[in-house]
């Protein structure tokens, strides 16, 4: 059979509008998923939206370079109508996490497929060859998101769909309607805050102001192991959680931070599934202890930084990326050493993984820290000073409240503090900097003396 040649296909100017809606309708879903995330009562639907965000934001950006293969030559933009925008806007204004999941997994991901399809019938073949082989190779993979996303069956809600699929139809048909707008500026402003982290009903929760799981000997005792991996995967949900936040509450911020925060969040699923794996080795679950949501819900707002604010974006920063994970980069490099010798090796290879991932996630936070802070000559060390200082006393103010309060449980979490420190022969628990990893980073000199002056790392090449 020969191939039917086809007369009418696509000029460029036309291939580059079906991959505007596509880069656009990509985009949107990234922007939506990041919005959501934290909002979603079950973890591994977090977990899944964060690795959509990804690669949603990842193929938008592939989409963006074919784009501006087609249309930089004779100067021309690719634009999309503001009809789409109201369309994916009055998805992220669904009234439930089903209404959501529904919408996206069941109406907007089956048109998604379907656009890719027409541009892989329609597109000229040897003119356009580099868009078909990319539209190509991620058909596959979205038709097995969408696969994923409605096995989240208790999540989706058919139901709903009735009143609500006929919006969405309304929305579709009127979709080419209004405006032209820029790829870039075509998102819409955060319709919510999220102050604090959505967890399932009935979940136990560290008190305010305790000192959350304290594993006394989490090097050797196997409860205290598990504690351990239980307290880091709390630190890898808040986290996934506050990057998307980070994405979704500053729509003006450049496309790649986008890719940097949708990335870590992915990273941070990763993560959490690794931990996951660990845990279930060790027969323990996650809820079998107290969860603590305050690595989101702490790092969220601060009272000096105005709501939604750059400051409070890099108040965020700045704690969670460059001063937390930047502990953590040097923590994992030392504890892996120990725990090498401890015969963990199951652990040791994760954290493996996991320190190489840190060392990115602190260099997007002070990347995009420098970048806001030189905007107004701010040096980032006295920025973080500042953090620092209010959130260390907003911590200590929370503290003397509980301590008041809870008495004995306060007494109780000290004898565990001295338990622990009777194992380590009555020494404080060691932090050796981790400089390899700091400078991989990107942390300057005076970055690293700020953290050793701080007395959280120890600098043994001075010491
Ligand atoms: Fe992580
Ligand atoms: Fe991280």
Excluded at 379 to 403: D, G, I, N, P, Q
Excluded at 421 to 446: D, H, I, M, S, V
């Amino acid at each position: 059979m020969t191939r039917r040649r086809r007369s009418s296909s696509w000029s460029p100017m036309e291939a580059a509008s079906s991959l505007v809606a596509l880069a656009f309708l990509e985009r949107a879903l990234a922007h939506i998923f990041a919005g959501w995330a934290v909002k979603m009562p079950v973890f591994e639907v977090k977990l899944v939206f964060a690795a959509h965000m990804h690669r949603a934001i990842e193929r938008a950006t592939q989409l963006k370079s074919r784009i501006h293969g087609l249309c930089h030559a004779v100067a021309e933009e690719a634009t999309i109508s503001q009809g789409w925008q109201t369309l994916l806007a009055h998805v992220d204004r669904s009234a439930s996490p089903a209404a959501l999941v529904t919408g996206i997994y069941g109406f907007l991901y089956p048109r998604l497929i379907e656009m890719y399809r027409a541009h892989v019938l329609a597109t000229d073949a040897d003119g356009d060859r580099a868009s078909l082989e990319l539209v190509r190779s991620v058909l596959a993979v979205i038709q097995s998101e969408r696969r994923e996303g409605l096995s989240l069956a208790s999540f989706s809600d058919r139901a709903a769909m009735g009143k609500r699929g006929r919006e969405f139809e309304e929305l579709w048909r009127e979709r080419e309607a209004g405006k032209p707008l820029a790829l870039e500026d075509a998102l819409w402003q955060p319709l919510d805050r999220v102050p604090a982290a959505v967890r399932p009903e009935n979940s136990r929760f560290c008190p305010t102001g305790s000192l959350g799981l304290l594993p006394a000997d989490p090097l050797h005792d196997p409860r205290d192991i598990a504690m351990l991996l239980h307290k880091e995967l709390d630190e890898e949900f808040t986290t996934l959680e506050l990057m998307a936040r980070n994405s979704y509450e500053h729509p003006e911020m450049p496309w790649n931070f986008h890719r940097d925060m949708a990335r870590q969040a992915s990273d941070e699923a990763r993560h959490a599934s690794m931990l996951g794996r660990l845990m279930r080795a060790r027969n323990v679950r996650h809820g079998d202890f107290e969860i603590s949501t305050a690595s989101y819900d702490g790092l969220y707002e601060f009272e000096p930084c105005e709501k939604g604010s750059r400051k409070e974006l890099v108040w965020r920063m700045l704690i969670r990326q460059t001063f937390m994970e930047g502990l953590a980069v040097d923590n994992l490099a030392y504890d892996i050493e120990r725990r090498r010798l401890a015969g963990q090796t199951d652990i040791v290879q994760a954290f493996e993984y996991i320190l190489r991932d840190e060392v990115f996630h602190a260099q997007s936070g002070l990347r995009w820290s420098r970048e806001i802070l030189s905007r107004e000559n701010a040096s980032l060390v006295e920025a973080r000073a500042e953090a620092f200082a209010y959130f260390t006393a907003r911590a200590e103010s929370a503290r003397e409240h509980f301590v008041m309060e809870n008495l004995d449980e306060a007494m109780a979490e000290l004898a565990v503090i001295e338990q622990g420190k009777a194992q380590r022969g009555g020494k404080r628990p060691e932090r050796p900097l981790n400089r390899t990893g700091r400078r991989q980073a990107g942390y300057t000199e005076e970055d690293i003396s700020q953290i050793v002056a701080w007395g959280f790392a120890r600098d043994k090449s001075v010491n």
